[in-house]
């Protein structure tokens, strides 16, 4: 079954966030990846050449600038790597991992906030140094159960290169490497690398190379080429900006009024819409069917949407607007089935929402992979105050609760409905918004621009990006609201179509309609 973080990956693949599924969380969600990746000793197979510490051409990029807006930072990541994204409060973790089943490497980077301003990146180096020697290198001398303090034998923690300066354009930073007792049992050591930069008064970037000792030098070579790539952009000026988006986010929204929500929900009360990849010659049946969606929208109360626990008490009963969702999405010979509904109450003050997702095999491809699994995320907000029941098979239940801070938060009904409102309302800006993201299970940052671009008269173009990690993706609206079409940044698309026409198409491809 999937386990660890894999249940909000595959939640997330039928929360639809702006009208947008986020396709890439499928594959993540199959493999059954747990938190941290296992390393892989290389194979005895000879191996290309390593690379040599700061070597750009040695280490071929994709084509991808990978940006952390929190802290204005731009970087490459190399071919075939993937960045996932988490914030809580001020603070980011974003951790990159290659392709491929068996890394040999992986690195983090963090974005702390010095709460003792005047330090400097070489005193945050010393005190991580401090703390993880105090956290798994420290060897005593024990009699029994009884460690005895005064018989402290060494550290299980070695320099493999001192702290030494590193420059990146104008920006100074400290690095160092040291080697550590891996966490498994009868497994090699762990080297990491530490690089660090203070980009403001109060505001630290670091990043992280976790590797083997045998994997070291060339991992390290990547490494140190990944790190040099980085850019940092003024920080009092990136504030700026995104404080201004999240003002025009907070107007636009003032703007709205019940007549405009009602005129969405009588202009489109129901819709299918059809996921696919479509081939070079743009013929339906020679396209790839990734999958389908069908959204309902109606004025409601909680009740509709048969929450229990917890979320149910924090639910008022008062009427609003809902959005009920049944998607269905194929991998690799599995059925992944969604049904999720998302309450708002007219006042916006109050939401409650509902996810369940189930797997089955319709093809059974890979013995090895899970082929059957339901998981479910119920989550309500009153005001400030958000909670969320996570549940999955083989784990315990679990609840969070993601802080809500400052301005500009909008719920997960006004997330899917936001493009419409944006094409409506006919503003041409640069909008932020905060919203609970499944995925990561926090609230994160989302940004989104209209415009009316002149080579597609009487068409409005929505550009969302829904976390500062992932790629902005397009949804093109006739001039009266209408949804046309989404490109979703992979060659993935997804458009309206009529139910009888999905169901003609999907029978004659012999998939799943049942």
């Given at each position: 079954?999937?386990?660890?973080?894999?249940?909000?990956?595959?939640?997330?693949?039928?929360?639809?966030?702006?009208?947008?599924?986020?396709?890439?969380?499928?594959?993540?969600?199959?493999?059954?990846?747990?938190?941290?990746?296992?390393?892989?000793?290389?194979?005895?197979?000879?191996?290309?050449?390593?690379?040599?510490?700061?070597?750009?051409?040695?280490?071929?990029?994709?084509?991808?600038?990978?940006?952390?807006?929190?802290?204005?930072?731009?970087?490459?990541?190399?071919?075939?790597?993937?960045?996932?994204?988490?914030?809580?409060?001020?603070?980011?973790?974003?951790?990159?991992?290659?392709?491929?089943?068996?890394?040999?490497?992986?690195?983090?980077?963090?974005?702390?906030?010095?709460?003792?301003?005047?330090?400097?990146?070489?005193?945050?180096?010393?005190?991580?140094?401090?703390?993880?020697?105090?956290?798994?290198?420290?060897?005593?001398?024990?009699?029994?159960?009884?460690?005895?303090?005064?018989?402290?034998?060494?550290?299980?923690?070695?320099?493999?290169?001192?702290?030494?300066?590193?420059?990146?354009?104008?920006?100074?930073?400290?690095?160092?490497?040291?080697?550590?007792?891996?966490?498994?049992?009868?497994?090699?050591?762990?080297?990491?690398?530490?690089?660090?930069?203070?980009?403001?008064?109060?505001?630290?970037?670091?990043?992280?190379?976790?590797?083997?000792?045998?994997?070291?030098?060339?991992?390290?070579?990547?490494?140190?080429?990944?790190?040099?790539?980085?850019?940092?952009?003024?920080?009092?000026?990136?504030?700026?900006?995104?404080?201004?988006?999240?003002?025009?986010?907070?107007?636009?929204?003032?703007?709205?009024?019940?007549?405009?929500?009602?005129?969405?929900?009588?202009?489109?009360?129901?819709?299918?819409?059809?996921?696919?990849?479509?081939?070079?010659?743009?013929?339906?049946?020679?396209?790839?069917?990734?999958?389908?969606?069908?959204?309902?929208?109606?004025?409601?109360?909680?009740?509709?949407?048969?929450?229990?626990?917890?979320?149910?008490?924090?639910?008022?009963r008062q009427n609003g607007y809902v959005v009920q969702i049944d998607?269905?999405?194929?991998?690799?010979?599995?059925?992944?089935?969604?049904?999720?509904?998302?309450?708002?109450?007219?006042?916006?003050?109050?939401?409650?929402?509902?996810?369940?997702?189930?797997?089955?095999?319709?093809?059974?491809?890979?013995?090895?992979?899970?082929?059957?699994?339901?998981?479910?995320?119920?989550?309500?907000?009153?005001?400030?105050?958000?909670?969320?029941?996570?549940?999955?098979?083989?784990?315990?239940?679990?609840?969070?609760?993601?802080?809500?801070?400052?301005?500009?938060?909008?719920?997960?009904?006004?997330?899917?409905?936001?493009?419409?409102?944006?094409?409506?309302?006919?503003?041409?800006?640069?909008?932020?918004?905060?919203?609970?993201?499944?995925?990561?299970?926090?609230?994160?940052?989302?940004?989104?621009?209209?415009?009316?671009?002149?080579?597609?008269?009487?068409?409005?173009?929505?550009?969302?990006?829904?976390?500062?990690?992932?790629?902005?993706?397009?949804?093109?609206?006739?001039?009266?609201?209408?949804?046309?079409?989404?490109?979703?940044?992979?060659?993935?698309?997804?458009?309206?179509?009529?139910?009888?026409?999905?169901?003609?198409?999907?029978?004659?491809?012999?998939?799943?309609?049942?």
């Amino acid at each position: 079954m999937p386990k660890g973080d894999t249940m909000p990956r595959l939640l997330n693949v039928a929360l639809l966030t702006a009208g947008l599924i986020l396709l890439p969380a499928v594959a993540d969600a199959q493999t059954n990846r747990p938190k941290g990746p296992a390393f892989a000793e290389p194979s005895a197979k000879p191996k290309p050449k390593p690379t040599q510490p700061g070597s750009p051409s040695m280490v071929p990029m994709g084509d991808e600038v990978f940006r952390l807006d929190s802290v204005g930072l731009t970087m490459m990541l190399p071919l075939g790597a993937r960045a996932e994204s988490t914030t809580v409060g001020s603070r980011s973790t974003v951790q990159i991992t290659p392709g491929g089943a068996s890394p040999s490497w992986f690195m983090n980077i963090q974005t702390p906030v010095d709460p003792e301003p005047g330090r400097s990146s070489s005193d945050l180096l010393e005190e991580l140094m401090r703390r993880l020697g105090e956290a798994a290198g420290m060897v005593y001398r024990r009699d029994g159960d009884k460690r005895l303090e005064d018989q402290l034998l060494g550290v299980n923690i070695s320099v493999v290169e001192p702290k030494a300066t590193v420059q990146i354009g104008s920006q100074s930073g400290e690095r160092i490497y040291i080697s550590l007792p891996s966490a498994r049992p009868n497994t090699p050591r762990v080297v990491r690398g530490y690089t660090a930069f203070k980009t403001t008064p109060t505001q630290f970037v670091s990043f992280e190379l976790v590797t083997t000792e045998s994997a070291f030098k060339e991992a390290r070579g990547l490494y140190e080429t990944v790190v040099a790539t980085a850019s940092f952009e003024n920080a009092d000026e990136l504030r700026a900006e995104r404080a201004a988006a999240i003002t025009a986010g907070v107007r636009m929204f003032e703007a709205v009024t019940e007549d405009d929500i009602q005129a969405l929900l009588r202009a489109t009360p129901e819709t299918w819409e059809r996921i696919y990849k479509p081939s070079a010659t743009g013929a339906d049946a020679d396209a790839t069917e990734l999958g389908y969606v069908r959204t309902r929208l109606l004025v409601g109360t909680p009740d509709d949407l048969g929450t229990t626990g917890t979320v149910r008490t924090m639910g008022n009963r008062q009427n609003g607007y809902v959005v009920q969702i049944d998607a269905r999405l194929l991998d690799t010979g599995q059925i992944i089935d969604t049904r999720s509904a998302f309450f708002m109450a007219k006042d916006r003050t109050s939401e409650v929402w509902t996810v369940r997702t189930a797997l089955r095999a319709y093809r059974q491809i890979d013995p090895n992979r899970p082929v059957t699994g339901t998981f479910s995320e119920l989550g309500a907000r009153n005001d400030t105050n958000m909670v969320i029941e996570l549940d999955a098979p083989g784990r315990s239940k679990e609840t969070i609760k993601p802080i809500m801070q400052g301005d500009g938060y909008i719920s997960r009904v006004e997330a899917f409905l936001l493009p419409a409102l944006l094409v409506r309302k006919g503003i041409q800006a640069d909008f932020a918004f905060y919203g609970y993201d499944s995925q990561a299970s926090s609230i994160r940052l989302r940004r989104d621009s209209l415009e009316r671009p002149d080579n597609r008269a009487g068409q409005w173009l929505v550009r969302t990006r829904l976390a500062e990690d992932k790629k902005p993706q397009m949804a093109w609206y006739s001039k009266e609201g209408q949804l046309l079409r989404i490109e979703l940044g992979d060659g993935t698309i997804r458009e309206p179509v009529s139910g009888q026409r999905l169901l003609q198409i999907w029978k004659s491809k012999g998939l799943p309609v049942d």
